[in-house]
């Protein structure tokens, strides 16, 4: 972007550059789009299936957050940026995967009452 | 109970002032409930009369609320937190005093001064004032105004966004405070769990208060965290390292990540409530799918994190009054910053120990009770390094040191209840009763409450330029002290007895001595009330002998006391330049400090605008026309938001532009005083001699 | 301030000198209102999964019945379409293109928006039709608040996008038209990362 020891901006240089960077996101993120519903569509196995869509997920967020939101480890603001994300990431897991941790376990409780392992899981007296 | 809804006034009729309970029938109850909304009244007509006999309207506007200064906004926060504590104070005494005469007989089970309807909506209003339009407002407040001088900014990041946050918070308060005077409120207790405050069981108004308010004003905090972020990320002095910023800041910021992270909890439980009850939807219900756990779990995902939103301010303001006012520096600093971090993080992975009764396994449970008793020990760190910052110390009793040792004394006991409470098979067996209420008291009021006065004696000079008097101070403080551990200690004991919380009514006469001493405690946190609002005034009164122009009347180490007071809009004459931890004790020990800076530049201050104003109209007019569904009202009202918001998009404002010569003149005048001064030594600081400028020559931690 | 360390990103490069400055405090500040955002959104994905059984389902229909693929994948496209589209408005702005440019790609993302909103509302009406009302059951309530809530958001996307396309017109391409556009760029490219998490779990996973 920026042409070594000056800090003269070359307009044609960056625009041309950023243009591949967005087109490159664009068809990273449709490919991961398509193979998504393709794996909905397919004869997979249930788990592979599920598997797939998250993977897919995953990879285009991460497409979206570099080419798009332009996240990065390199440069002091785009770094903060990412790391605010990421922090923000760990706390949503925390927050999401706990809610699920208990309401599942809730679930289970009310559904598997024929399951006496769980029976005795139960507090006396609750 | 269906009520026709009129297409002009909603639900709204002559029928829903409690003085319309009054003409039906006299008693206690109705008597109770119309005093109360006469003081409300009669408070406002006061209120109004005075403002504009002494002519006040005009700088009430100009100077306070259309202003986006931090400082200003953080003393209005102040403000309407003690307002809203003199009403949550008050419902707390009639709780205490309905209780001990709630004694019931075999031949009159159901006894007292109030109605237990009545009754339920008290303790629902007294916990939703107290958390969130008292506690949140102190220390936001407090925060708002500390938190820029100590960082050496001139304001906060988003000044406008601060005064819409401002606006907010009191939008969501005037709502529940209206509630006494316009229908009632909702009777489900402060965290107001379904499938009770579902439509089906309370079909009235009450629940809607409580949801819009809490709706508003927790978007209100949710920008305030975001403005305090950014404001440390970004509105730094030049050379304010992070591991440079005094233990308030740390604390802030920890506040601030909570307050991003947890608000958002809130508004989805709450959210999700309203839209089970305006629109029928099935989240919480307790057939076709819903499932009502899922409140629980959402709110107190919120709520924990909530908690320690209340207690971290307080432990900033404790580290500053225990280094300031025992002459030394902040034993493990360090350590201090890495507790209070870990408290931030760690407060979002324990919510679960607030309904272990649930019926989740035992194995969840199990995984959050080892988390809760985890988060006691970054705590107890924070105990021994401000005790060991006042070791060998010259500690002064002042009155923020009068609220530091009942904090030390008290806040430990709640703290080992809570961890009983992080048991769950002992939770078990005390959950639900008035054990669980005395804990969380006995963290909450000499952890928040003390911490926030001790915040406003130590700051006050600062905002107003006199010091709050010594005497009547210490008094208050110890009235607190008093007044709490006889209120609520019996608390504990009446829980092991087998006293649910909330109960509008007892049978068993061997509680009645427990409850005459919390009777007892109940009164004196009334005068502790009173000889607050009493030092204030006498202060006022004399504050041309208390005052303290030089600026710095405790000899403190951190930027704020470099300014004069009270401190002008612009806090500094120019950004000063930070070299060190306690930037200002190093350069009284440099010798000297008070010179002046060798260039002056204009200072661009944001201009006063009406915005926040108006948002905090237009989102009281959304939610108490939600509350009775007066749906144009509320149309109009949700429609001005992103109206107002588009109208000032459009138009460039200008900031306001304080010349150089200005303040170079203010800065000359003030330092001629100082100069003019005789410096006063620690020993006489709570006389009169204290006119704001210390002894340099005692300057030794 | 041409510090090439400063806002790097969505931004405006190092030729626009006092809203480079300004943009790097308001931006942050902004994508510190969106991770707010998002753990909304989060606590909603937990919500739509804790639902997501046959207890939640209350024998209301489910997945199988209502959802339509086809037109989800057609939301898909248009949103993604309408992310990338966004690229050319931030690099309009960054190049000082005219302002005629940066209305164009302005209008392609609303309408692009828009698009997405009628196949997103056509869906809601059909499957109300087929008894997949939000009063049905906790999954369809889940179901209803979440998706709901991100067409809220793309709306007031498209909201925003003429409110700044008046602003434009009307002041300019000045400094803070600059830094908004950048902020919308940031919420705009975070409805789509919403949108990622909507398709693939709301969706997909259940039909699985």
Not at chain 1, 80 to 92: A, G, H, K, P, R
Not at chain 2, 204 to 218: K, M, N, Q, R
Not at chain 2, 683 to 694: C, I, T
Not at chain 3, 64 to 79: N, W
Request: hydrophobic share 50%.
């Amino acid at each position: 972007m920026t042409k070594s020891n000056t800090d003269m901006l070359d307009p044609d240089d960056g625009a041309s550059h950023e243009l591949r960077n967005y087109a490159i996101g664009f068809g990273v993120s449709l490919l991961l789009t398509v193979g998504a519903f393709a794996a909905l569509l397919s004869h997979l196995p249930t788990v592979w299936k599920v598997s797939a869509i998250c993977i897919a997920a995953l990879l285009q967020v991460m497409t979206h957050a570099r080419n798009f939101l332009h996240l990065s480890l390199s440069g002091r603001q785009s770094r903060e940026d990412l790391l605010l994300v990421m922090f923000s990431t760990i706390l949503l897991a925390i927050m999401a995967g706990g809610t699920y941790f208990i309401m599942a376990d809730l679930d289970g409780r009310m559904h598997d009452m024929r399951d006496t392992q769980d029976m005795e899981g139960m507090p006396a007296g609750g | 109970m269906t009520r026709t809804t009129s297409p002009i006034f909603g639900r709204l009729d002559w029928s829903v002032t409690p003085y319309t309970d009054l003409l039906r029938k006299v008693d206690s109850n109705s008597l109770v409930g119309a005093g109360a909304a006469t003081v409300l009244v009669l408070g406002a007509i006061v209120t109004i009369a005075l403002i504009t006999w002494k002519k006040w309207w005009g700088p009430l506007f100009k100077d306070w609320l259309t202003s986006p200064d931090a400082k200003k906004i953080g003393i209005m926060y102040i403000v309407l937190g003690l307002v809203m504590m003199a009403r949550g104070i008050a419902e707390g005494f009639v709780m205490r005093t309905h209780q001990t005469t709630a004694l019931g007989t075999l031949a009159e089970p159901e006894k007292g001064l109030v109605a237990p309807e009545h009754f339920s909506q008290l303790f629902s209003t007294h916990g939703t004032i107290m958390i969130f339009f008292v506690a949140m407002p102190l220390l936001i407040g407090l925060i708002n105004f500390v938190l820029p001088q100590q960082l050496g900014a001139r304001d906060m990041a988003f000044p406008v966004l601060n005064q819409v946050s401002l606006g907010l918070t009191a939008a969501g308060a005037g709502l529940v405070m209206i509630s006494l005077l316009i229908g009632k409120f909702g009777t489900g207790g402060w965290t107001m769990y379904p499938p009770y405050t579902g439509i089906t069981y309370s079909p009235g108004e009450g629940v809607d208060y409580w949801v819009w308010a809490i709706l508003i004003s927790g978007l209100g905090s949710t920008l305030t965290g975001m403005n305090f972020a950014v404001t440390i990320f970004k509105n730094r002095a030049p050379g304010m390292e992070f591991m440079r910023m005094p233990l308030f800041c740390w604390t802030s910021l920890c506040v601030a990540i909570m307050l991003i992270y947890a608000m958002p909890a809130l508004t989805v439980s709450s959210a999700m409530l309203a839209l089970d009850r305006y629109a029928g939807f099935r989240f919480f219900a307790n057939d076709g799918g819903g499932n009502m756990m899922n409140y629980a779990n959402i709110f107190w995902m919120f709520g924990h994190p909530e908690v320690y939103i209340l207690i971290l301010p307080a432990f900033g303001v404790f580290s500053e009054i225990s280094s300031t006012f025992s002459g030394k520096k902040l034993y493990g600093y360090t350590s201090l910053v890495i507790a209070s971090m870990s408290i931030a993080v760690i407060s979002f992975t324990v919510w679960l120990h607030h309904f272990f009764t649930m019926g989740q396994s035992a194995g969840v449970n199990i995984a959050f009770g080892i988390a809760t008793m985890i988060i006691a020990i970054p705590t107890g760190v924070k105990i021994y390094d401000w005790m060991a910052t006042m070791w060998r110390g010259r500690v002064r009793l002042t009155t923020p040191i009068v609220y530091l040792t009942g904090f030390f004394l008290l806040f430990v006991i709640g703290g080992l209840s809570g961890i009983i409470l992080a048991n769950p098979s002992i939770d078990y067996q005390v959950h639900n009763t008035t054990f669980l209420v005395a804990h969380f008291h006995n963290v909450i009021i000499p952890g928040t409450l003390f911490g926030m006065l001790a915040g406003i004696h130590y700051w006050y000079p600062k905002a107003f330029g006199y010091r709050l008097d010594e005497t009547w101070g210490r008094r208050t403080a110890l009235l607190f002290v008093a007044g709490f551990m006889l209120t609520f200690l019996p608390l504990y004991v009446l829980g092991l007895m087998g006293l649910p919380r909330r109960s509008p009514t007892f049978q068993n006469p061997a509680f009645m001595p427990w409850m005459i001493v919390a009777e007892v405690g109940a009164c004196l946190m009334l005068a502790a009330l009173a000889s607050l609002f009493w030092t204030f005034r006498t202060s006022f009164k004399n504050r041309t002998k208390l005052a303290v122009p030089g600026g710095d009347p405790w000899n403190g180490a951190t930027l704020e006391w470099s300014t004069p007071a009270p401190v002008p809009e612009w806090t500094f004459p120019c950004i000063p330049e930070v070299t060190a931890r306690d930037d200002w004790g190093e350069t009284k020990r440099a010798g000297d400090p008070w010179r002046a800076p060798d260039t002056y530049s204009d200072i661009e201050m944001p201009a006063n605008t009406l915005h926040g104003l108006l948002i905090a109209a237009a989102s009281f007019g959304l939610g108490f026309a939600m509350v009775w569904h007066i749906w144009w009202l509320a149309i109009v009202s949700f429609l001005a938001i992103p109206g107002i918001m588009a109208v000032r998009g459009m138009r460039e404002i200008e900031p306001k532009i304080i010349p150089a010569s200005q303040v170079r003149e203010e800065d000359r005048k003030f330092r001629e005083r100082v100069a003019s001064l005789t410096p006063v030594t620690r020993a006489d600081e709570a006389s009169e001699r204290n006119q704001g400028v210390p002894d340099l020559s005692e300057f030794a931690g | 301030m041409s510090d090439n360390t400063l806002y790097p990103g969505l931004n405006l490069g190092d030729s626009h000198g006092e809203a480079h400055v300004g943009a790097e405090t308001t931006v942050f500040g902004f994508w510190v209102f969106v991770m707010s955002d998002l753990i909304i959104f989060g606590i909603l994905f937990a919500a739509y999964a804790s639902y997501l059984d046959p207890l939640g389902l209350a024998g209301a229909p489910g997945p199988k019945d209502l959802f339509d693929i086809r037109s989800v994948a057609i939301q898909t496209g248009l949103l993604l379409l309408g992310g990338t589209a966004y690229g050319g408005v931030s690099l309009s702005v960054k190049y000082n293109c005219s302002r005629a440019r940066v209305l164009g790609w302005l209008a392609v993302c609303a309408a692009l928006g828009a698009g997405f909103l009628f196949f997103e509302i056509k869906d809601f009406v059909s499957q109300a039709g087929e008894g997949g009302v939000p009063q049905a059951s906790g999954w369809l309530s889940s179901y209803w608040a979440l998706v709901g809530l991100h067409g809220v958001h793309v709306s007031s996307g498209i909201v925003w996008i003429i409110a700044m396309m008046g602003q434009i017109v009307w002041r300019g391409i000045d400094d803070a038209v600059k830094i908004r556009l950048s902020m919308l760029g940031v919420f705009w490219h975070f409805l789509d990362l919403v949108w990622i998490g909507i398709f693939s779990f709301v969706f997909l996973v259940p039909l699985a």
